[in-house]
C-alpha cells in the first residue's frame, strides 16, 4: 500500500517475496493479486484465526479488500500477546525471542505499519515444521528481560504478563 492514487513501478498490491535473506523479487500480481485497485492503507491481521498473516486494505475506489492468505494453513504457529502492568499496557517496542529448535526468532511489538495503516498487537510467529518453541524471551521497553520456560505448543495463543510488583514471576496463560 503507497497511499498514491495511479499506476506506478513498482505499483500498488505490491508483493517482494524474500529468498532466504539474500534478495528480494517483485511479485505483485505473479501471486494471484489480481485486483488492480490501488490501497491506501492496510492491516496484517490474522482475521481468519488460522495462524497465518491475512490482509485487510482500504482503498481510494472501491470496498474495502481482503487478502486472506492460504499459503501457511497447516504449518507450526504460535500467537503471542504480551500484557505490562509495568509499562506501556500492550508492550509496545518490546521484543519476542523464540528459541525454535536451536533457531531464535524475533518479532517486535509494533503499532506502525506504514502509511494512514497499523500493525496487530497480537504477533504470529511462523515455526515451519516446529511441533513447538522451546523457550521465549521479552526485552521490555525499559530494557528488563523476562526469560519464560517453554514449551509453546504450536497452534496455541500465549499472552506473556509483567505484574507490577517485582516480586511476583510473570505469567503465562
Request: net charge negative.
Amino acid at each position: 500500500a503507497e497511499g498514491v492514487v495511479g499506476e506506478s513501478q513498482p505499483g500498488f498490491n505490491t508483493l517482494m517475496m524474500n529468498h532466504q535473506g539474500t534478495r528480494f523479487s517483485f511479485e505483485a500480481f505473479s501471486r494471484g493479486w489480481t485486483n488492480r485497485l490501488d490501497l491506501y492503507s492496510y492491516t496484517v491481521v490474522d482475521y481468519d484465526l488460522d495462524g497465518d498473516p491475512d490482509i485487510i486494505g482500504n482503498g481510494s475506489v472501491g470496498p474495502v479488500q481482503v487478502f486472506e492468505n492460504h499459503r501457511a494453513a497447516g504449518k507450526g504457529w504460535l500467537g503471542l500477546q504480551l500484557r505490562d502492568e509495568v509499562g506501556n499496557r500492550r508492550g509496545v517496542g518490546s521484543r519476542l525471542i523464540l528459541d525454535v529448535d536451536g533457531r531464535s526468532l524475533t518479532r517486535e511489538v509494533k503499532l506502525s505499519g506504514g502509511y494512514q495503516s497499523f500493525d496487530d498487537l497480537s504477533l504470529r510467529v511462523g515455526l515451519g515444521a516446529a511441533a513447538s518453541a522451546n523457550h521465549l524471551e521479552v526485552v521490555w521497553p525499559d530494557g528488563k528481560r523476562t526469560t519464560v520456560a517453554g514449551p509453546f505448543s504450536s497452534g496455541h495463543e500465549y499472552r506473556v504478563t509483567r505484574l507490577a510488583a517485582a516480586s511476583i514471576p510473570p505469567r503465562v496463560h
